[in-house]
């Protein structure tokens, strides 16, 4: 005879501990990446992934030419997208009392600030070193060694 109520038992408290070992995970994962600015961290990882792969992908002929083609495209609009969102940011913190198209408008003048500027170029330093890795993560992964 089976213990059904003793495999029930054994279930919810397994569904538990996976539940607070996620848990943990999860909040230890978000706690580290908000001191590395997480979106800039994924973004970067995202961008330099795409540059690497969209360089290595088709073909070894010309590799290098499309490597280089792919990693200007993917860090100029990386770039453009990091720009772009200091005006989000601006619109967010303003909550919402000036249209985007203002706040957008005034991304020089908040990145003229010296505070708000150094919070910016860090983003944008970690954002750097990610799409790095990101490329790297690529071209190894593509590339016969």
């Given at each position: 005879m089976e213990n059904k109520g003793g495999n029930m038992v054994r279930d919810i408290l397994i569904a538990?501990?996976?539940g607070i070992l996620g848990g943990v995970v999860g909040g230890a994962i978000w706690f580290g990446l908000s001191f590395l600015g997480r979106l800039t961290f994924l973004a970067g990882i995202?961008?330099?992934?795409?540059?690497?792969?969209?360089?290595?992908?088709?073909g070894?002929?010309?590799r290098a030419v499309k490597l280089t083609i792919a990693i200007v495209f993917s860090l100029g609009l990386f770039c453009v997208g990091m720009y772009l969102g200091v005006g989000v940011d601006i619109y967010t913190a303003l909550h919402g009392e000036y249209p985007l198209g203002s706040c957008m408008k005034m991304i020089n003048t908040v990145l003229s600030s010296g505070e708000l500027n150094s919070g910016f170029i860090k983003d944008a330093v970690i954002g750097i070193i990610c799409y790095v890795v990101g490329i790297l993560s690529a071209i190894v992964k593509l590339k016969d060694f």
């Open positions: 538990a501990g996976l995202v961008a330099g992934l795409g540059g690497g792969f969209g360089g290595m992908i088709t070894e002929k010309n």
